[in-house]
């Protein structure tokens, strides 16, 4: 009897050392636990911080980028000035964050607002062979009359196109929503690595009627006009960069560029941009970065965003 007892002692003993032991493990795990949970909080926590300073800090730059583009008080928007070169970004301090910003003149393409005369169903006599050129130009000819219904305002169906349920019949609020066409994709409106032909070439949501042809790419001045073309255009790009155009009668100078188009086309070309694009870095003191893109528009002697994207 003696003997059972001990050995009921023994055995309870070793229960007793392995439940310390599993408490004790089981411990150790909540405690590791709590410590993760602890740090990935306190990152969390940091991250966020992080997020929220150097957005301060971005609103703050945009408010001097805003003050730079409204003091620009020449009568063109380009390349080759200091505040919008492509090369050379803006270098501002706020507190502790460095801001490296490049700012972007925008309407140099055709704007898909302004496509169409007010009565919202009319394209602009200047843009109709622009229009059609721009379709065959991806590989789609015929497509400018069902996207002119896609987008026209009302319901009434154009020669060689159709109306269908579900189309906005209004200019896109993003070049995206074109995909609402059957046979445009991501690939028609941007493009791919093995082919550059997009629509993202040629059109933007932004602007009205006239394009900056200080900042218009060499390919959609090359399609302003049949007679222009793609030597014309490009004698126009390389004088620009000396003597931006700010004028009508400037583009009489440029050589080899037909002066008989530019009756036809001074109604939707302009020399200042309402738009402009900001890509800017926010750099913290130790060395984390935030990318911002973001788009405003200029209004008489304010800039609003207009787009913000991070």
Not at 68 to 78: F, G, K, M, R, V
Not at 192 to 197: F, L, Q, T
């Amino acid at each position: 009897m003696y003997m059972k007892r001990r050995c009921l002692l023994r055995n309870n003993n070793g229960f007793i050392l392995v439940s310390v032991l599993m408490s004790t493990a089981l411990l150790l795990t909540v405690a590791t636990g709590l410590a993760w949970t602890a740090r990935n909080a306190l990152a969390g926590a940091s991250s966020i911080r992080i997020a929220a300073e150097t957005r301060s800090a971005a609103e703050t730059a945009l408010s001097e980028i805003g003050r730079l583009i409204i003091a620009d008080l020449n009568q063109h928007d380009s390349y080759n000035e200091p505040l919008y070169s492509p090369t050379e970004p803006l270098d501002i301090r706020v507190g502790e964050y460095r801001i490296l910003a490049v700012v972007e003149p925008l309407d140099g393409k055709i704007p898909l607002r302004g496509l169409f005369l007010p009565d919202g169903v009319t394209i602009r006599s200047e843009y109709e062979y622009p229009w059609q050129k721009i379709w065959e130009e991806i590989g789609m000819e015929g497509m400018e009359a069902v996207a002119a219904d896609f987008m026209d305002c009302d319901t009434k169906q154009r020669p060689g196109s159709f109306e269908a349920e579900g189309w906005i019949n209004r200019p896109p609020a993003h070049i995206s929503e074109m995909k609402l066409i059957d046979g445009i994709s991501d690939l028609t409106i941007y493009g791919g690595p093995d082919d550059n032909r997009s629509l993202s070439l040629y059109f933007d949501i932004y602007g009205t009627e006239k394009i900056n042809i200080n900042t218009a790419p060499i390919h959609v001045i090359a399609l302003l006009d049949r007679r222009i073309g793609t030597d014309a255009a490009e004698s126009l790009a390389y004088y620009r960069l000396k003597y931006p155009i700010e004028k009508i009668d400037d583009l009489k100078k440029v050589p080899g560029f037909p002066v008989a188009v530019i009756s036809k086309i001074k109604n939707i070309i302009k020399f200042k941009s309402d738009h402009f694009f900001i890509k800017m870095t926010v750099e913290t003191e130790n060395s984390e970065t935030r990318n911002f893109r973001i788009t405003v528009k200029k209004e008489g002697g304010t800039v609003k965003t207009v787009r913000w994207e991070e």
